[in-house]
């Protein structure tokens, strides 16, 4: 079944969970988009790293600490702060998965549709996270629920239950939760904004410097379309 839910005080305790943030335009400005996913069974180690560290940062650079509650984002944080940040969730116990599309080489028929474009991205990066180990688990997928806007929450989530619960047959008992990133339970939804703010300044800016911090955790990368992806 596929339900949304509220997180409990356990943190997801044991639990595999998808992290995913996404980070670039689609079709409004710059050429690539990237969905980003941190796969952890250690929510809350991940999350009071994330914590700490930012209620440092906030203490260090006040003036960026009035721009959320319980967040910095990672397109407004200082080179210093995504570079620690990263280099600290590369030491958790976690991967890193991502799919980027090149939006000059994408049809136009699915640009025109951000939901459909959205939603067969992210099957496409679930299908190589996913498989029969997981049957008799439980697999908890988190979205920011901001930068998921340009989708539908009842179409994402009936699209991944007819994927791989009817299409892949699997039996497993999903949880999609959309949480706020500012919210107090989400810093692993903030660490997943630090690796997709990463990734797209590699593939946009030909910027490594931030993804170099954490490419040895990157489990699986697929590029979408693979022709002329690129070019």
């Not at 044991?14 to 995913?20: A, D, P, S």
């Not at 995504?82 to 991502?98: D, G, P, R, V, W």
């Not at 998921?148 to 991944?160: A, C, L, P, Q």
Request: glycine letters at 2%.
């Amino acid at each position: 079944m596929v339900t949304s839910l509220n997180p409990s005080h356990n943190m997801f305790k044991n639990e595999r969970c998808l992290i995913f943030d996404e980070s670039g335009n689609l079709g409004n400005s710059g050429r690539y988009f990237v969905i980003a996913c941190i796969d952890t069974r250690f929510y809350k180690s991940l999350h009071n790293m994330m914590k700490n560290k930012l209620h440092t940062a906030k203490k260090l650079f006040t003036e960026l600490s009035s721009l959320h509650s319980h967040e910095i984002k990672a397109k407004d944080a200082y080179p210093c702060i995504k570079y620690h940040l990263l280099e600290c969730i590369a030491l958790k116990n976690l991967s890193i998965s991502y799919i980027v599309a090149d939006l000059h080489h994408v049809k136009p028929s699915l640009l025109k549709d951000k939901n459909i474009l959205y939603n067969y991205m992210m099957k496409l990066l679930i299908q190589h996270l996913v498989s029969e180990s997981d049957n008799n688990t439980t697999l908890n997928i988190i979205c920011d629920n901001h930068t998921t806007k340009v989708t539908s929450v009842n179409s994402f989530e009936d699209y991944i239950k007819l994927y791989l619960l009817y299409e892949k047959e699997y039996d497993i008992n999903i949880h999609v939760q959309y949480m706020d990133s500012d919210d107090k339970l989400a810093y692993p939804v903030q660490a997943a904004d630090y690796i997709a703010n990463a990734l797209y300044g590699w593939y946009e800016y030909n910027n490594k410097i931030y993804y170099d911090r954490f490419k040895n955790k990157v489990k699986y990368q697929l590029k979408f379309p693979c022709q002329n992806f690129g070019n």
